[in-house]
């Protein structure tokens, strides 16, 4: 299937746009990926009152399936064949977004969308750190 180039990324904003009005008018709740992760690995103090984490998860990987079936074309992006690299870096985005209260779906999609005063200096203060990694990593680093 050949799709404008455009109509994925349009497809894919429409959508998470879509899921985060909805997670908030139908449970008044922020549709913030990390804080969903995280509420789902707190054993603890886990109930049946977060199977909504559960389905919101689910709702995610199945996009990806849908999406794949719909279109025919496969989901496989790039991977840095940096395997300790990758973990590092998935590691320090958990710390930041613990750190920031937050990641940058509950920021930069929901707490925008709100006008968030402290979402709107959280999401200033990723973009200048991804342009900072960017410039560091493509022109500071040999």
Same mark, same amino acid.
Do not use: K, Y
């Given at each position: 299937?050949?799709?404008?180039?455009?109509?994925?990324?349009?497809?894919?904003? %429409? #959508?998470?746009?879509?899921?985060?009005?909805?997670? /908030?008018?139908?449970?008044? $709740?922020?549709?913030? &990926?990390?804080?969903?992760?995280?509420?789902?690995?707190? $054993?603890?103090?886990?109930?049946?009152?977060? #199977?909504?984490?559960?389905?919101?998860? +689910?709702?995610?990987?199945?996009?990806?399936?849908?999406? @794949? =079936?719909? @279109?025919? +074309?496969?989901? =496989?992006?790039?991977?840095?064949?940096?395997?300790?690299? %990758? &973990?590092?870096?998935? #590691? %320090?985005?958990?710390?930041? @977004?613990?750190?920031?209260?937050?990641?940058?779906?509950?920021?930069?999609?929901?707490? /925008?969308?709100?006008?968030?005063?402290?979402?709107?200096?959280?999401?200033?203060?990723?973009? +200048?750190?991804?342009?900072? @990694?960017?410039?560091?990593?493509?022109?500071?680093?040999?």
């Amino acid at each position: 299937m050949n799709l404008p180039v455009f109509l994925p990324p349009l497809a894919g904003g %429409l #959508l998470i746009g879509a899921a985060s009005v909805l997670l /908030l008018i139908g449970l008044g $709740r922020i549709a913030g &990926i990390s804080g969903i992760a995280f509420g789902l690995m707190d $054993r603890p103090n886990w109930n049946v009152a977060n #199977l909504w984490r559960v389905g919101f998860v +689910l709702g995610m990987v199945a996009a990806g399936w849908v999406w @794949t =079936q719909w @279109t025919g +074309l496969p989901m =496989q992006p790039e991977r840095a064949g940096n395997v300790p690299l %990758l &973990i590092v870096a998935g #590691l %320090l985005v958990g710390f930041g @977004t613990s750190l920031g209260s937050g990641c940058t779906s509950g920021h930069g999609v929901c707490g /925008l969308g709100r006008l968030s005063l402290r979402s709107l200096a959280a999401v200033a203060t990723f973009m +200048l750190a991804a342009g900072l @990694t960017v410039f560091v990593v493509r022109h500071a680093l040999p």
